[in-house]
C-alpha cells in the first residue's frame, strides 16, 4: 500500500529564516505531488504541483518554492519566511491519471516568530 | 474553471443523530467530487469520490453521499453520527481534463454533542 510522510510535524522559525520542509511517498511510482497551505478555519490553498522529477507548477506567487529532486520526494523551500507564512501545510499524492483522489500526509504546523 | 461552496461552517448534532453535511459545485461538464474528513491537527482523510455510475456513493466510516446533477451537490449524510465524527469535512471537486486543479471547500466543522 501507498504512505506518504511529511516533516517535521511542528516547526517554529524566526522570521527571516530559511525554510525546508520534506515529503515521501511510498509504495508508488511517478506519482502526482502537491504542496498545499491551509490557514486557521479556511480552506485549502494550492501552492505547488509536480507531475515529474524537476517539474514544478506554482500556483501562487510568493516568497516560497518547491523542488522535486526524485521521484517521490518533494520538498517545500524558503529563503527568508515571513509572519504570513505561518500556517498548515500538507503535502499530497495522487496517480498520474486523470481524476485521481489526493491522499494527504500529516501536515506541518508552521509558526513564524 | 469548478468551484465548490460549503454553505455551512459550523454544525453541531447529538450522538446518535443524522447528519447532513451540504456540498454544492459548479462546473460546466461532469464533476468529480470527493469528501475528505480532517481531525484536528492532522491531514485529510478520503471519505468517499464519486466518478460515474451509481449516484448514491459509500465511504468508510458509514457515510454516504448523494451526487444529484440537477440541484449540482453531492451532500454527504450519515445516518447516525458517533462522538468520534467530530471534525472538519471538505467536498472537493475535480475537472476531467486537468487532475490538479482539485478545488476545495472551505469545510464545515462538525461538533457532536454527547
Known amino acids: 500500500s501507498q504512505t506518504i510522510h511529511q516533516w517535521p510535524a511542528t516547526l517554529v522559525q524566526p522570521v527571516g529564516s530559511p525554510l525546508s520542509l520534506e515529503c515521501t511517498v511510498e509504495g508508488t511510482s511517478n506519482p502526482n505531488l502537491y504542496w498545499y497551505r491551509q490557514a486557521a478555519g479556511r480552506g485549502l490553498q494550492l501552492l505547488f504541483y509536480?507531475?515529474?522529477?524537476?517539474?514544478i507548477s506554482s500556483e501562487v506567487p510568493q516568497n516560497l518554492s518547491a523542488s522535486r529532486p526524485q521521484d517521490r520526494q518533494f520538498i517545500l523551500s524558503s529563503k527568508k519566511l515571513l509572519l504570513s507564512d505561518s500556517g498548515f501545510y500538507l503535502c499530497?499524492?495522487?496517480?498520474?491519471?486523470?481524476?485521481?483522489?489526493?491522499?494527504f500526509g500529516d501536515g506541518t504546523r508552521l509558526s513564524i516568530l | 474553471a469548478q468551484s465548490v461552496t460549503q454553505p455551512d461552517i459550523h454544525i453541531t448534532v447529538s450522538e446518535g443523530a443524522s447528519l447532513e453535511l451540504r456540498c454544492n459545485y459548479s462546473y460546466g461538464a461532469t464533476p468529480y467530487l470527493f469528501w475528505y474528513v480532517q481531525s484536528p491537527g492532522q491531514g485529510l482523510q478520503l471519505l468517499l469520490k464519486y466518478f460515474s455510475g451509481d449516484t448514491l456513493v459509500q465511504g468508510i466510516k458509514g457515510f454516504e453521499a448523494e451526487f444529484k446533477r440537477s440541484q449540482s451537490s453531492f451532500n454527504l449524510r450519515k445516518p447516525s453520527v458517533h462522538w468520534s465524527d467530530a471534525a472538519e469535512y471538505f467536498c472537493a471537486v475535480g475537472a476531467d481534463d486537468n487532475n490538479n486543479d482539485m478545488r476545495f471547500g472551505a469545510g464545515t466543522r462538525l461538533t457532536v454533542k454527547p
Open positions: 499530497a499524492w495522487s496517480r498520474g491519471r486523470p481524476n485521481q483522489p489526493q491522499h
Open positions: 509536480s507531475v515529474g522529477i524537476g517539474q
